[in-house]
């Protein structure tokens, strides 16, 4: 079921994959994913900012042909969400049926199975959207 995951990248990556955490410049610029340099100041002063994880779709699509390791999941809706904070970020929507996203829609992230490696026995979680109930 595609490549083997490698441990050390999954734990690097354990806070964005859990908590949604990105950057903040010290001219108070957020964006996600964080990266060493602020994409829109060029700062070099970053600290970690996490997200409230809730925002908007702004578009939507549904995969019906996957990548290699997913095909158990098709077809999966995944959009572009703009977090509250204004940084845009891709997805999967999860908890709701096609006919039933709308561009607009209130989400919030939440925290899903994104693959299992059989042989093993690894399951990798990360962060998806689901709409706000009302």
């Not at 702004?58 to 990548?67: G, H, L, Q, S, Y």
């Not at 390791?69 to 049926?97: C, M, R, S, W």
Request: glycine share 8%; net charge positive.
């Amino acid at each position: 079921m595609g490549k083997p995951m490698q441990v050390s990248r999954y734990w690097r990556h354990f806070k964005e994959k859990y908590r949604l955490i990105g950057g903040k410049c010290e001219n108070g610029h957020v964006f996600f994913p964080k990266r060493p340099v602020c994409p829109i100041c060029g700062s070099r002063n970053v600290e970690d900012f996490e997200f409230s994880g809730k925002g908007k779709v702004i578009t939507w699509t549904i995969v019906r042909n996957p990548p290699s390791g997913f095909e158990y999941y098709k077809p999966y809706p995944i959009a572009l969400i703009q977090l509250e904070e204004g940084p845009i970020v891709l997805a999967q929507l999860t908890d709701v049926e096609p006919d039933e996203i709308k561009e607009g829609m209130e989400v919030e992230m939440v925290t899903r199975k994104i693959v299992e490696f059989n042989e093993d026995g690894i399951i990798l979680y990360g962060y998806k959207f689901r709409p706000i109930l009302k």
